[in-house]
């Protein structure tokens, strides 16, 4: 028992007393416990396999049994860790920021409440993009996803992270219309038009009257979300656009001031994603395979790769949605634009509607396949992402890379980079995929990672997203008027959570009754 | 099979470059990839149940004809689908499932609980199925 993970001022007695309240309420099948059940709920891509351990997981299946958790939870003192999927890897998955915490798996509450008039859906946290596309499909329903490059989460967990698509729906936050909210003192509050009881508006209309609060759940502890409405994008007449792959490092910055100008006037309603060689290549082949150096890929290596997949140095994909009529005036706007700062390749794509469909992101199909990178270096796999929040300026971006590039080389880590555009800015992913099974490599990636936080710090540039590991490094980057916004979660976290059970330590928020563990 | 699979992977990675996966242009006059299979979820089986049908619904996401688990499979072995494998035994699906194996994660008992997996190991077991992909 003495190897258990348990919580601050816990002891093995004091956990089983817990344990046994959770299945009196939940019933057994539904509390989760063991050894094995632990090691189930850790972190997969874990780069240090020592921390954030749960002590147990529960899994409620109603809006009453959430709330009869949180009732425990509140009385023993003891944190819970909200999931609804687990599947964002890469960023701690199953586990929680503190060791010893509960994870409250929400995968099992699975309704879907579907508009079909409006194009809305209502989903609970366990609903993944595979669910919610088989609803569409047995349904017939003219409504595409926007889906990120793993799909197997939850759609819920994804807007509530602030993932992203590749359609003009992508940033899926954005279309979060209307929240059901557990707070952490048990109480359930409806958000937007769900304030109004019964109103039939509740996801059509985000702000509802006074203050709206819909953000504040997003990266957030301080509630647990139970059901979010989603606008879906109406299945277009018509896509086209065109993949186009330019052949040097330096071309990044005639692409990000051709493609941004074109994103900030709408005439590309979808976020491009500029990706370098090796984010195609790590789903295609395996390190081994090309060479058995250590240390970062060599350009003879690098331009033999590309050479037999025929990839540029980088690659962007663009797609226009909507009639074809305006379709086929926007994509001669493009191949211009395009074709006026030399490309390597310009590839075409056109589809109307009843021909054969593309499966791939740009139609919201939900897919898997691009987790095959983490194979890339072979042994058990996995990654992690640095993603700052650049200026959508081409200069800038090029420094950014050269400056995150040179310290991959320095580093001995194959570099593999993207640039996704929002509607004013980039966000800058860098993978660190991994190999754990060679100690060695993973000694690097934590100092590694460090390093970069501190090079994005000096130019203003702060994560849009992290992992478990730098969550509260991240927070103090944001660090205007003595770390004032961090001062202001935590009051609003303490008003809410006074007891704080719910999730501490999620983006750098820290209760004040745990407020010791931050940075641990 | 082999050979089709690995084509498939590496064609939907090619577009990956671009993020958002294979985007494989279907113009006429382009030629270009063949499209890609459409994902494998109970709607394309409306008929199935018990373990095919929580197959479809827990792990065919993963281990459908253009999944994670299929492309790395197919890395090692010339059967990458499950469902067309005749050398599954029931223990090796639970162990694979709660254990994690290679590249795939554990699964938690809150996602799938015993008594489902046990259907899907066993529908796994009796296998291979002459099921559409």
Redesign the interface.
């Known amino acids: 028992m003495a190897d258990i993970p348990l919580p601050p001022g816990f002891d093995a007695q004091k956990i089983a007393q817990a344990q046994r309240a959770f299945e009196s309420v939940l019933g057994a099948s539904k509390v989760f416990f063991d050894e094995l059940d632990r090691d189930t709920y850790k972190d997969k891509f874990a780069v240090n396999d020592a921390v954030h351990h749960p002590v147990g997981a529960v899994a409620p299946t109603s809006v009453e049994e959430v709330q009869a958790v949180v009732k425990i939870a509140n009385q023993y003192l003891l944190p819970l860790w909200p999931i609804s999927r687990g599947k964002n890897l890469g960023y701690g998955g199953t586990a929680p920021v503190l060791a010893g915490s509960v994870v409250l798996d929400l995968s099992g509450m699975k309704k879907i409440e579907f508009d079909e008039q409006m194009g809305t859906v209502i989903v609970e946290p366990g609903v993944g993009f595979y669910d919610l596309y088989d609803y569409i499909q047995a349904n017939k329903l003219p409504f595409w996803l926007s889906t990120p490059g793993n799909s197997w989460g939850s759609v819920m967990g994804n807007a509530l992270d602030r993932g992203v698509g590749y359609t003009p729906y992508g940033e899926n936050t954005k279309n979060i219309c209307g929240l059901e909210v557990v707070l952490p003192d048990g109480d359930l509050v409806r958000t937007g038009m769900g304030a109004f009881a019964n109103a039939p508006t509740w996801q059509a209309y985000p702000f509802g009257f006074g203050p709206g609060w819909d953000q504040m759940f997003v990266q957030s502890n301080f509630g647990i979300v139970t059901k979010m409405g989603l606008w879906l994008m109406p299945e277009p007449e018509s896509l086209m656009g065109m993949d186009v792959e330019f052949d040097k490092p330096e071309d990044l910055k005639a692409m990000v001031d051709t493609i941004g100008p074109l994103r900030r006037e709408r005439v590309l309603t979808q976020s491009p994603s500029i990706g370098n060689w090796l984010r195609a290549a790590a789903v295609l082949t395996t390190r081994g395979e090309w060479t058995d150096k250590p240390g970062a890929l060599g350009d003879d290596v690098i331009d033999a790769i590309r050479k037999k997949f025929h990839i540029g140095w980088w690659g962007v994909s663009l797609r226009l949605y909507g009639r074809e009529e305006v379709n086929k005036a926007a994509y001669k706007v493009l191949e211009r634009a395009m074709n006026d700062i030399k490309p390597m390749s310009i590839k075409p794509t056109t589809w109307v509607k009843g021909q054969p469909l593309e499966y791939s992101g740009w139609t919201g199909t939900p897919m898997t396949f691009p987790m095959q990178n983490v194979n890339w270096y072979g042994g058990r796999g996995g990654h992690i992402g640095f993603s700052p929040v650049i200026p959508q300026d081409g200069t800038k971006a090029l420094e950014q890379f050269r400056r995150t590039y040179a310290r991959y080389k320095e580093w001995g880590v194959d570099y593999q980079g993207s640039f996704a555009f929002g509607e004013r800015h980039l966000t800058n992913v860098n993978a660190m995929i991994f190999n754990k099974d060679d100690p060695e490599m993973m000694k690097k990636v934590d100092p590694f990672f460090r390093t970069l936080v501190k090079d994005a710090e000096k130019q203003g540039y702060g994560e849009y997203r992290t992992h478990l590991d730098y969550m509260d490094l991240v927070a103090q980057t944001y660090n205007f008027n003595n770390n004032a916004l961090r001062r202001l979660n935590e009051r609003v976290k303490d008003a809410l959570d006074p007891n704080g059970i719910l999730a501490p330590g999620k983006s750098g928020i820290w209760p004040k009754r745990l407020a010791g563990e931050r940075g641990r | 099979m082999r050979k089709i699979l690995i084509l498939s ?2 064609l ?16 006429e006059s ?1 030629g ?1 990839p063949p ?5 494998l ?4 089986r ?1 008929n199935a149940t018990g373990g095919e049908k929580l197959y479809l ?1 827990k792990c ?3 281990h459908g004809p ?4 299929t ?2 499979i197919a ?1 090692r072995s010339d059967v990458p689908l499950l469902e067309k494998r005749d050398d599954i035994t029931p223990d090796f699906v639970i162990q694979a499932a ?3 194996i ?2 795939m ?7 799938v ?1 015993d008594a489902q997996l046990k259907e899907i190991a066993d529908y796994l077991a009796a296998g291979p199925h002459e099921t559409p992909q």
Not at chain 2, 35 to 39: E, I, L, R
Not at chain 2, 41 to 44: F, G, I, L, R
Request: charged share 15%; aromatic share 0%.
């Open positions: 992977a590496a939907l990675a090619l577009s990956a470059c671009s993020k958002g996966g294979g985007d494989a242009p279907q113009g382009q270009g499209p890609m299979p459409k994902p979820t109970v709607a394309s409306p619904e065919a996401m993963c253009n999944g994670m688990g492309g790395l890395r709660r254990m994690g290679g590249n994660p554990a699964i938690p008992r809150g996602e609980s």
